[in-house]
């Protein structure tokens, strides 16, 4: 009897063990981020296991886990020729997420490779059919093409594309001395036309300046005397002025006219006898003496001196 009540509690211990282990067998977790789909002798079973504790069928069935998170996958650098003929280096980078845990697991054998090696052919397509100042200006259009392109088939994958971005266009350093000196080019031609610009609005005011000082040739004087100022305020140097013309022939007249007027004043002095009323012989036979210019009063360097006339005889 006793050796009967040993054996049941052996069987009984056996018992619970094996259940134990059975227990620890079937027993799965499931993050939050992940979906359980279980294979059942090789049969995919319709319920798709969420989050959380779940129990499995051991040996019969089999549970793979599926991340449901973005995956962030970078693209290596394609090298291409644009339709402009220029050989390009493009890098992108792919942002991709598994939607049908069942169809990434069944359609495609591994997905994340799919989509890596649809995203390397879609960028050498975009950049064939691209021109070079596409890739460089235009990306957010090229992104929404590569983005179609390579979201199409993975959508029989259960795969969603999120989003894709071109990160860098590498570019020959010939092509990049080349677009170096054509910027350097149009801002000098920029440049060049501000300056005629400019130059065209300061010739209209400067026009209308000598316009105003023909009316009063003092003003000329009186800019050339501030001109004389702002540089001697800047500089401290020695200034040379050009002297106007009409000063020197002004003095030149003055010179000769000052002894001619001492003479005249020393005969009258001396007690000479006046001339009296000559003969009509006698005027036809004397020369005819021009008449001595009255001393005028000496003119502004903006006057001119009047030009000397004739006497009638």
Same mark, same amino acid.
């Given at each position: 009897?006793? @050796?009967? %009540? $040993? #054996?049941? /509690?052996?069987?009984? +211990? !056996?018992?619970?063990?094996?259940?134990?282990?059975?227990?620890?067998?079937?027993?799965?977790?499931?993050?939050?981020?992940?979906?359980?789909?279980?294979?059942?002798?090789?049969?995919?079973?319709?319920?798709?296991?969420?989050?959380?504790?779940?129990?499995?069928?051991?040996?019969?069935?089999?549970?793979?886990?599926?991340?449901?998170?973005?995956?962030?996958?970078?693209?290596?650098?394609?090298?291409?020729?644009?339709?402009?003929?220029?050989? @390009?280096? %493009? $890098? #992108?980078? /792919?942002?991709?997420? +598994? !939607?049908?845990?069942?169809?990434?697991?069944?359609?495609?054998?591994?997905?994340?490779?799919?989509?890596?090696?649809?995203?390397?052919?879609?960028?050498?397509?975009?950049?064939?059919?691209?021109?070079?100042?596409?890739?460089?200006?235009?990306?957010?259009?090229?992104?929404?093409?590569?983005?179609?392109?390579?979201?199409?088939?993975?959508?029989?994958?259960?795969?969603?594309?999120?989003?894709?971005?071109?990160?860098?266009?590498?570019?020959?350093?010939?092509?990049?001395?080349?677009?170096?000196?054509?910027?350097?080019?149009?801002?000098?031609?920029?440049?060049?036309?501000?300056?005629?610009?400019?130059?065209?609005?300061?010739?209209?005011?400067?026009?209308?300046?000598?316009?105003?000082?023909?009316?009063?040739?003092?003003?000329?004087?009186?800019?050339?005397?501030?001109?004389?100022?702002?540089?001697?305020?800047?500089?401290?140097?020695?200034?040379?002025?050009?002297?106007?013309?009409?000063?020197?022939?002004?003095?030149?007249?003055?010179?000769?006219?000052?002894?001619?007027?001492?003479?005249?004043?020393?005969?009258?002095?001396?007690?000479?006898?006046?001339?009296?009323?000559?003969?009509?012989?006698?005027?036809?036979?004397?020369?005819?003496?021009?008449?001595?210019?009255?001393?005028?009063?000496?003119?502004?360097?903006?006057?001119?001196?009047?030009?000397?006339?004739?006497?009638?005889?």
């Amino acid at each position: 009897m006793a @050796v009967m %009540v $040993d #054996a049941l /509690v052996t069987l009984i +211990v !056996v018992l619970a063990c094996l259940g134990a282990l059975g227990a620890l067998a079937a027993a799965r977790v499931v993050k939050q981020y992940e979906r359980g789909v279980v294979f059942r002798l090789g049969r995919l079973r319709s319920d798709i296991r969420g989050p959380g504790f779940t129990m499995i069928t051991p040996v019969v069935d089999r549970l793979q886990k599926v991340n449901m998170q973005i995956v962030t996958m970078p693209v290596p650098a394609q090298e291409g020729i644009t339709r402009d003929n220029v050989t @390009v280096r %493009v $890098d #992108a980078v /792919v942002y991709f997420k +598994v !939607v049908d845990p069942a169809e990434a697991l069944i359609a495609v054998e591994d997905y994340r490779f799919a989509v890596s090696q649809m995203a390397q052919t879609s960028l050498r397509s975009i950049i064939g059919k691209s021109d070079l100042d596409d890739l460089l200006s235009n990306r957010e259009k090229l992104n929404q093409g590569l983005e179609l392109m390579i979201d199409s088939p993975a959508v029989g994958w259960g795969v969603h594309i999120d989003r894709v971005e071109i990160k860098d266009v590498s570019l020959p350093e010939t092509m990049k001395r080349s677009m170096a000196r054509q910027a350097e080019a149009d801002r000098e031609r920029r440049a060049r036309v501000i300056n005629a610009d400019a130059e065209l609005q300061a010739s209209r005011k400067l026009a209308d300046a000598a316009a105003q000082m023909a009316d009063t040739p003092s003003a000329l004087q009186l800019r050339l005397l501030q001109t004389v100022m702002a540089v001697a305020a800047e500089k401290n140097s020695t200034l040379v002025l050009p002297i106007p013309v009409e000063l020197l022939r002004f003095l030149e007249r003055g010179a000769q006219e000052i002894p001619a007027a001492a003479r005249a004043e020393g005969g009258t002095e001396g007690g000479a006898p006046a001339a009296g009323p000559a003969t009509a012989p006698e005027r036809e036979a004397a020369p005819a003496q021009p008449a001595q210019p009255a001393r005028q009063a000496m003119p502004t360097l903006t006057e001119r001196e009047p030009e000397p006339h004739a006497v009638d005889r």
